[in-house]
């Protein structure tokens, strides 16, 4: 039935001179409001899990919502003022946006250079391109308990190996920047090979000629990769960018899980690995069950990551631009 | 061609099962419907010992059939989890065991639950420690929550073959001797520091903290963080600061392990015979056997507490209102916090009753531990039980509970002083007071 929108005559019939027939009525009513129905399980879908989960919680970040409370009162914006004035909010965000940093950009290109690869004439090519995604596919939770054994201070692994080279013991958990690190890796370990498949998909789908001509023009391999594939894997590039991104910021069961025994959602004495999540979860379940303060966090999460994204996408499309013209010369 | 296929498809393979292997870890344990005999479900945190006892009861009740939920768990992870349920009105057990320091923060919103009061339980008074009932009673007095179920008497766990190391005596007797106080606690963990036996003296400041509080605050004012008015007293009450200081002390002379309680390493070290003591609540020997596992068997024993007395810890069974099958869970609560209820538990883990007729059985008082080297668990704990001196709860607890011992473990760690862990504590404890 989508079809009649092409089938639609070139000129538009005068309705005035012919009479509406019923048929014609109806076929008119389909062309122009089929297309919103089709596509209408989707927003209400949306509107069920997605809109009125995000604007019930805002009601409730104006309330001082004690989640075991008979009653709410409404407080306005007081949890956000308090909030913006919160030192340790500001910790977790500081947190989320160093472990985000020091684990996305170098698994992009960690990514880019995998694809780079897998996109060669190799032996048993799907396999290598189905294994890259197997840490993605294991469950967050176990890798996330392995990593935090191997990351331990006394017994575990990457500890011993750095005594061997004589690099005396770090304590991962309560050092800030080693926590963020060892956090990072887990994230690498289970979202490069992901992003991997992705720019693959976009190589596979530039044309071969242009690989051909510079080369004749006399460019290597890495003058190739940075002037023709980076340039032409940009909208791929900013998808990745921003999927990662959302994720990154919403960081929770890695830092979670790498932190164990008591409050472990604080991250650490000093909450040296509490990412926003975890601080939201602090709040709005225990130990305060304070819901509209832990609504409130949700909020400005969300604030965060629509900022961080469009940053990203900002310094993109500049980046990207600049390489394109050289690419058009 | 064939053979890229048939490698394409293991390669698929492969990549299915891991995400088959990942999925399978977090199956829930649905409760099946309950058409016919009545399904209980129980929530219970860490161990309750209460196998044996469902096992009786469905005996004797054939149309109620019990399942627990929960066994083993962490109380950080079991507290957040009750919490949602009670809120959402929904998933709750029928009936639901709840820790002393979380019970403070229900009793402020007692009608997520059945008065128990309503359902014959006020006979029941003397069957349970005044103070062990005074507990669940709301602040009027007027609804009972939960029926207590185990107190938190205190002791000292030692390994054996770590003081024989080190040059101590290994007898309980004498040991007990070597630390009336716990100034003369600190003195043996230096004399035991200084053979450098590999193992640090005790586990981790937090819970020696935490232990030397309750203790101090017993035996002199009665209450902790907050003062029987609900104020907040983290930096006036000389309770608190006795036991910071002490435990400055313990830290100052590098006695700890720094191992974060209830941590993966904590566990670790347990298996790895890396600490000579950990203060031990009742309930404390059966996580003891569970994390040094039967190798150690027998290697542990039990000594008498420095200073004096103490209770850390104990719980209740409560019935949540949501609960579809109120009478017969009432019932069951009722049964497994009885005389015979508290002492099965105990036989079967080892938390300490709350009821004056089972600390006063035999079956209590000649028990003894085959795990801790035949200790006479039954005399340390029993008889210092029905003395202990219970510490008032104020409303924020748990959180500023975490503050302080945060704080302790700042200066552990040495990312703080001792002052400014002081400083901290306050002011940290105030606003977590305030949230």
Request: charged share 15%.
């Amino acid at each position: 039935m989508a079809v009649q929108l092409d089938a639609r005559p070139p000129v538009a019939p005068a309705p005035r001179h012919s009479r509406p027939v019923r048929g014609a009525r109806l076929s008119r009513f389909d062309t122009k409001y089929s297309p919103y129905l089709y596509i209408a399980p989707f927003f209400l879908l949306f509107g069920v899990f997605g809109a009125y989960p995000l604007a019930y919680t805002f009601w409730v970040s104006l309330h001082d919502w004690d989640l075991l409370g008979a009653e709410h009162p409404f407080i306005g914006l007081d949890n956000y003022s308090q909030l913006l004035a919160d030192p340790d909010f500001w910790h977790s965000v500081v947190n989320t946006l160093g472990i985000f940093v020091i684990s996305t950009v170098p698994q992009l290109l960690a990514a880019l250079w995998l694809a780079n690869l897998l996109n060669r004439q190799l032996r048993a090519r799907t396999t290598w391109r189905m294994a890259v995604l197997v840490p993605n596919v294991t469950s967050t939770a176990a890798v996330a308990i392995v990593f935090a054994v191997l990351f331990g201070r006394e017994f575990g692994m990457i500890n011993w190996l750095l005594d061997h080279v004589g690099v005396s013991a770090i304590d991962w958990k309560a050092n800030r920047f080693a926590a963020w690190v060892a956090i990072s890796t887990m994230v690498d370990w289970r979202w490069t090979g992901y992003n991997a498949l992705i720019f693959l998909a976009a190589m596979q789908a530039i044309p071969r000629d242009l690989y051909e001509s510079a080369s004749i023009d006399g460019a290597g391999r890495a003058r190739q990769f940075w002037s023709i594939t980076v340039p032409l894997l940009k909208p791929t590039i900013i998808f990745a960018v921003i999927i990662s991104t959302i994720g990154g910021l919403q960081l929770f069961t890695e830092p979670r899980m790498f932190n164990s025994g008591t409050n472990a959602i604080r991250g650490g004495p000093l909450r040296e690995s509490q990412t926003v999540t975890m601080y939201m979860f602090e709040n709005a379940f225990a130990p305060h069950y304070n819901f509209g303060y832990g609504s409130a966090i949700a909020w400005l999460l969300f604030a965060l990551i629509a900022v961080v994204a469009a940053i990203n996408v900002l310094l993109l499309r500049r980046l990207g631009g600049g390489s394109r013209k050289e690419v058009s010369r | 061609m064939l053979t890229f296929t048939r490698r394409r498809l293991a390669a698929v393979a492969l990549v299915a099962a891991t995400a088959l292997l990942g999925t399978t870890g977090c199956g829930g344990g649905d409760e099946p419907a309950g058409d016919g005999p009545v399904t209980l479900t129980v929530d219970v945190f860490g161990q309750f010992g209460y196998a044996d006892l469902y096992q009786e009861y469905m005996a004797s009740h054939p149309d109620v059939k019990i399942v627990e939920r929960g066994t083993g768990s962490n109380l950080d992870e079991y507290s957040p989890k009750l919490t949602q349920w009670l809120a959402a009105g929904k998933g709750a057990g029928d009936v639901v065991a709840i820790e002393e320091g979380l019970l403070v923060e229900y009793k402020a919103n007692p009608q997520n639950f059945v008065n128990l009061l309503d359902h014959g339980a006020a006979d029941l008074k003397g069957n349970f420690l005044d103070w062990k009932w005074n507990q669940g009673l709301t602040a009027d007095g007027k609804q009972l929550i939960g029926l207590g179920t185990d107190v938190g008497g205190m002791a000292m766990c030692y390994r054996k073959d770590l003081f024989a190391k080190a040059g101590l005596p290994t007898d309980r007797e004498a040991v007990s001797k070597l630390w009336p106080t716990w100034q003369d606690y600190v003195k043996v963990g230096e004399q035991f520091t200084a053979k450098k036996t590999g193992a640090a003296f005790l586990d981790a400041a937090t819970n020696t903290f935490n232990t030397i509080l309750l203790q101090t605050a017993g035996n002199t004012s009665g209450y902790s963080y907050y003062d029987t008015s609900n104020n907040l007293v983290v930096g006036s009450n000389p309770a608190v600061r006795q036991a910071y200081d002490t435990t400055m002390d313990i830290i100052d002379s590098g006695l700890s392990g720094r191992y974060g309680s209830w941590s993966e390493e904590w566990v670790s070290a347990f298996k790895q015979s890396k600490f000579a003591t950990i203060a031990c609540p009742a309930w404390m020997t059966g996580v003891i056997e569970g994390n040094a596992g039967p190798a150690a068997k027998g290697k542990w024993d039990i000594a008498q507490i420095p200073g004096n007395g103490g209770n850390w810890g104990g719980s209740f069974l409560a019935v949540p209102k949501q609960s579809k099958h109120q009478a017969e869970a009432i019932e069951l609560a009722k049964f497994l916090t009885s005389a015979k209820g508290q002492i099965g538990a105990f036989k079967l883990k080892g938390p300490l009753p709350s009821s004056p007729q089972a600390l006063a059985d035999p079956a209590i008082v000649d028990s003894k531990n085959a795990y801790f080297s035949e200790a006479p668990v039954g005399k340390i704990f029993a008889e210092g039980a029905k003395n202990l001196k219970p510490v008032y709860m104020g409303p924020k607890n748990q959180a500023v509970r975490t503050e302080v011992e945060n704080a302790v473990r700042t200066v552990e760690l040495g990312k703080r002083s001792p002052q400014q862990g002081w400083t901290d504590a306050v002011a940290n404890a105030e606003k977590a007071a305030a949230k």
